[in-house]
Nanobody, 124 residues
Framework: QVQLVESGGGSVQAGGSLRLSCAAS????????MGWFRQAPGKGRERVAV????????YYTDSVKGRFTISLDGAKTAVYLQMNSLKPEDTAMYYC?????????????????WGQGTQVTVSS
């Protein structure tokens, strides 16, 4: 089992920055993927940025490329999302998620572990 706790959401004006953090507890493995999804009101859940805990595989959805950066801490138990040049369309509930060990490709694997979510609101 993996437990995930997010922090760092908030409200900013367009063009501003926020940094989200996700702390993982329980069993983690270098063959697991962790990352960030988001869901805006009335829309489906979107995979934003995910990466392999062992390194070497990072995925970003097209709309955040060049603006968002996902990273890990040295212990491979926390994942961060640095969000720059925020836009109103980035407004959503952001969720941290993780796969099981050996889940395969991070951009398409199943994510059975989820945090409670943190709200990001960007005003124009």
């Amino acid at each position: 089992q993996v437990q995930l706790v997010e922090s760092g959401g908030g409200s900013v004006q367009a063009g501003g920055s926020l940094r989200l953090s996700c702390a993982a507890s329980g069993y983690t493995s270098r063959s697991m993927c962790m990352g960030w999804f988001r869901q805006a009101p009335g829309k489906g859940r979107e995979r934003v940025a995910v990466m392999l805990l062992g390194g070497g595989s990072t995925y970003y959805t097209d709309s955040v490329k060049g603006r968002f950066t996902i990273s890990l801490d040295g212990a491979k138990t926390a994942v961060y999302l640095q969000m720059n040049s925020l836009k109103p369309e980035d407004t959503a509930m952001y969720y941290c998620a993780a796969t099981r060990p050996g889940a395969g490709v991070c951009s398409s694997g199943a994510y059975p572990y989820w945090g409670q979510g943190t709200q990001v609101t960007v005003s124009s």
